[in-house]
């Protein structure tokens, strides 16, 4: 049976895994990622983590937060990732392992994930949003993944929900993932009240506990994202929208809303086909690996 290498890359870790060709994950290795990086030291990390996985697979898929450069594999920069720099990961990987690489944002990695071996892999075309530290997206339409220009397209959490609104990380106003997301919960309740909450857990707690202020942070957060997500499905017409990440966990706590909101302001007649929801708790490794399987089958 083939098999694939898939790669994390997150702010605190690095996960590498090796998956047979129906998603089953054979073995992993998780390595820690110091504070102080920099490019070299980070591809030795990188490289360690694989080097055991590396033997009768067909090749390498790698997932990272971007900015980056598909065609030429570099991740151009992170804020989680701090003194990383147009790090060179495809050629670096490719020296080291004598393997195929690919390389794309770790949302685009999620949609071909989801796409493949998720909970709507039945369906022709599916728009995957994830729900996180911040809000990303990906598209894929009969098993081919749309990446955009050198791999940062569907940006959907840096379009605009409120003109002139929230400060965003990426520097504009108004971007949804000013509004849901953990970053973006959390800054509009300390905006609100002074108080500093430590991680999305605690806020959705607030929500449970009929905290008035996160309510109504969380409902007009819900409006943001639903007409983020609408304007996404009159431009590409998916056959399903697929919500994941660690918000999702708190997902009876937005989900009908989103849902029903979403629907309410398409075109009636997307509705006939549509399906919205939850997807699976796919790794993000597992979602790189689809990169080295979906090429294969191209």
Known sequence: MRKAIGVDIGGGSIRASLFDESGKELESI?????????NRSFLTILKDTIQPLAKNCLGIGVGSPGPLNNEQGVMIASANLQGLKNLPIKESLIEAFSLPVWYENDANCAALGEAYFGLYKDTESQLTVTLGTGVGGGFVNKGILYSGYLGNGIEIGHTTSVI????????VRGCVESYFST??????????????LGHAEEFFQLVREKDALAREILDFGILALAHAVRGAIQLLNPEAVVFVGGITKSYDLFGKTLEKEIRSTIFPVLNDRLKIGSGGSLSGALGAASLVFSKEKV
Not at 30 to 38: A, C, G, K, Y
Not at 183 to 196: A, D, M, P, V
């Open 30 to 38: 998780v390595s820690p990622t110091p504070e102080n990086l920099d």
């Open 183 to 196: 970053r973006g919960f959390l800054g509009r309740y300390q905006e609100k009240t002074n108080r500093r």
């Open 164 to 171: 002139g609104g929230a400060l965003c990380g990426c520097g």
